[in-house]
């Protein structure tokens, strides 16, 4: 991502007030293969000691987009805004079913980055949504070079749930900013 790409969602994140506790919590949403990942990668490490959580490890397997939007909220933002423990059951791919538990600290920023992280649901616990854009053969590369043959069989069953979601949700036209990632 580019250096003023990244310094601009940074400002106006720190900018915007906390919404999850003390917590500012950014929502980089957006369909599979947009580069959720490397962005939300790159602004944790950016901003320092952000947290960050990734819908990837959230999702209950291949059905499961809708399914993980209640799961981040009670299990990660409401109590985050609580001041209670934050966290969630990692899902294990291979064996298809929820895994151990996984700790996701108080900190002074959240990062989250997945489709579905930002559903209405989730809106109240946001300080920026991020939606990130890119046409579907552009996507469809990425996601295939990136997960190869473990996400072939799946990608239209992901996209239809992406469809439905997103339309139910509006979350682009809700997004603070879109980014135009291919």
């Given at each position: 991502?580019?250096?003023?790409?990244?310094?601009?969602?940074?400002?106006?994140?720190?900018?915007?007030?906390?919404?999850?506790?003390?917590?500012?919590?950014?929502?980089?949403?957006?369909?599979?293969?947009?580069?959720?990942?490397?962005?939300?990668?790159?602004?944790?490490?950016?901003?320092?000691?952000?947290?960050?959580?990734?819908?990837?490890?959230?999702?209950?397997?291949?059905?499961?987009?809708?399914?993980?939007?209640?799961?981040?909220?009670?299990?990660?933002?409401?109590?985050?805004?609580?001041?209670?423990?934050?966290?969630?059951e990692r899902w294990d791919w291979q064996a298809g079913r929820p895994g151990p538990w996984?700790?996701?600290?108080?900190?002074?920023?959240?990062?989250?980055?997945?489709?579905?992280?930002?559903?209405?649901?989730?809106?109240?616990?946001?300080?920026?949504?991020?939606?990130?854009?890119?046409?579907?053969?552009?996507?469809?590369?990425?996601?295939?070079?990136?997960?190869?043959?473990?996400?072939?069989?799946?990608?239209?069953?992901?996209?239809?749930?992406?469809?439905?979601?997103?339309?139910?949700?509006?979350?682009?036209?809700?997004?603070?900013?879109?980014?135009?990632?291919?």
């Amino acid at each position: 991502m580019r250096e003023e790409t990244l310094a601009r969602i940074e400002s106006r994140l720190l900018a915007a007030p906390a919404r999850a506790g003390g917590t500012r919590v950014l929502a980089i949403d957006g369909r599979s293969g947009s580069g959720k990942t490397r962005l939300g990668t790159e602004l944790a490490a950016r901003l320092e000691g952000a947290a960050l959580v990734q819908l990837d490890q959230l999702y209950p397997g291949w059905d499961g987009l809708a399914a993980s939007v209640p799961l981040l909220v009670g299990g990660v933002l409401a109590p985050l805004s609580e001041g209670l423990p934050a966290g969630f059951e990692r899902w294990d791919w291979q064996a298809g079913r929820p895994g151990p538990w996984q700790p996701v600290p108080a900190a002074a920023v959240l990062v989250v980055e997945g489709a579905g992280s930002g559903s209405r649901a989730c809106t109240r616990y946001l300080s920026m949504l991020v939606w990130l854009r890119a046409p579907a053969p552009f996507r469809h590369r990425r996601a295939m070079s990136r997960d190869g043959d473990s996400y072939a069989p799946h990608w239209r069953r992901w996209a239809d749930q992406e469809d439905r979601l997103f339309a139910a949700e509006g979350t682009r036209a809700r997004a603070d900013l879109v980014i135009d990632t291919g």
